[in-house]
T-cell receptor, first 115, second 111 residues
Framework: GAGVSQSPSNKVTEKGKDVELRCDPISGHTALYWYRQSLGQGLEFLIYFQGNSAPDKSGLPSDRFSAERTGGSVSTLTIQRTQQEDSAVYLC?????????????FGSGTRLTVV | GQQLNQSPQSMFIQEGEDVSMNCTSSSIFNTWLWYKQDPGEGPVLLIALYKAGELTSNGRLTAQFGITRKDSFLNISASIPSDVGIYFCAGHLRGTYKYIFGTGTRLKVLA
């Protein structure tokens, strides 16, 4: 597609429920990144994909967080047994090649609210 | 996770004023980027810097790659209301796969 697409744009869920966040990167972009932005905070790195594999998952906050990418394209970030501290904007970004000097293209994010 | 130090954290300015913000790091970077995030949107790339000492402009925006390669600044001249948003710097280490982002500068412009 023309840009990075994320869905849903907003999600309100009850504490303890599981949620899935979806990211459609720009077609042909091999690298995909998930970041989390808590209220008034900067961008916290979560996980990076090169193709379908994730060489770096070090930013995932706990084992309740997982992500996968299929077909070198769509990625899903799953949060199990959501907690209130999971409330944040989850941003996905993609780039044509890994370590591109031209930076990433970000999606508009999914705003997750856990009540 | 690792983040760059960005200052100021927030600022209120009058329309027409010039704005300056900067980013510092303990690491040497090969590329510096500046992004702007509008409310409810993802960050959008404004300026990219690739060489120490490089000064690059994009309209009313000017950014510089510090000589030490550990810092960068962004200037906005003659601010307008649509400059409101959060500005992030990001540094990239060549040979690594990711950018490290600053903590952001939240800009509010008073008409």
């Amino acid at each position: 597609g023309a840009g990075v697409s994320q869905s849903p744009s907003n999600k309100v869920t009850e504490k303890g429920k599981d949620v899935e966040l979806r990211c459609d990167p720009i077609s042909g972009h091999t690298a995909l990144y998930w970041y989390r932005q808590s209220l008034g905070q900067g961008l916290e790195f979560l996980i990076y994909f090169q193709g379908n594999s994730a060489p770096d998952k070090s930013g995932l906050p706990s084992d309740r967080f997982s992500a996968e990418r299929t077909g070198g394209s769509v990625s899903t970030l799953t949060i199990q047994r959501t907690q209130q501290e999971d409330s944040a904007v989850y941003l996905c970004a993609s780039s044509l090649i890994t370590g591109s000097d031209y930076g990433y293209t970000f999606g508009s994010g999914t705003r997750l609210t856990v009540v | 996770g690792q983040q760059l130090n960005q200052s100021p954290q927030s600022m209120f300015i009058q329309e027409g004023e010039d704005v300056s913000m900067n980013c510092t790091s303990s690491s040497i970077f090969n590329t510096w980027l500046w992004y702007k995030q509008d409310p409810g949107e993802g960050p959008v790339l404004l300026i990219a810097l690739y060489k120490a000492g490089e000064l690059t402009s994009n309209g009313r925006l000017t950014a510089q790659f510090g000589i030490t390669r550990k810092d960068s600044f962004l200037n906005i001249s003659a601010s307008i209301p649509s400059d409101v948003g959060i500005y992030f710097c990001a540094g990239h280490l060549r040979g690594t796969y990711k950018y490290i982002f600053g903590t952001g500068t939240r800009l509010k412009v008073l008409a």
